[in-house]
């Protein structure tokens, strides 16, 4: 289990860490089922970046948001941005399959790149902001940050499981191919362990941290089902995009929810 931690951890992020040398299918199985752990990993320094960045006092929400996507920019080395700029490029400025997986590989971006990669950025930007905070809120906003980053790769390991691979090869095609019904199967539970646990215990909110998971589901199967028709399966761009819209639209829901008055 710790070298598959490691591998997850090597595959998701920037860390250094000693991920095996030539990993096996049973090493991407169980990596696959720890992305949500990883995420949770991950929110827990983003938590932490948020509740520095405040102490002076809650007028810093502006600056500890902008805190909050420079720490999760550098941990991931920008991976999953990279890949959102070039799904942008594929999807709204050309057709056909071949084309759209062209234009992912090429390593230049396009003017719809840039313009999808900074609308992400202020939408990201102004939910942070919004996540409620002050006296009683602290345990919601901070239970908040871990699930988000947590659900969105529970997102992308989804579609490893349910999607093939769209290339002949590529970098997530390890994974992508070893990852099963099985592996589906864990991660249906492990999440909404970790959402209804954090939202429940932390966030004072279980209706939240029940909700998280169906809308992370929901949004996996959308975007799965959307991808076998347009392309027949998915690329490490494709997944790395998916995580960041899912955590967007997992955000929006903590934003909403306390506004609605849901215990």
Known sequence: MGSSLKLALAFLTVLPVPAPVSPGERHWRRAVVLFPVVGVFLGGVLALVDFIARLPGEEWRSASAALVLTACFLLTGGLHHDGLA???????????????????KDPSVGALGVSSLCLYILLAWSLLKLLPTGPGWGGYRAASLVCVPSGGRTVMAWLCCRSPYARDEGKAMEVVVNAGRREMALLAVIYPAISVSLMGLVGSSFSAGMALPLVALAVAEIIAFYLRRQLGGVTGDLLGASGLLAEVLLLLVLVAWPAGRFP
């Open 86 to 104: 070039d799904v942008a490029d594929a999807f709204l400025g050309a057709r056909g399959r071949e084309e759209r997986l062209r234009i992912m």
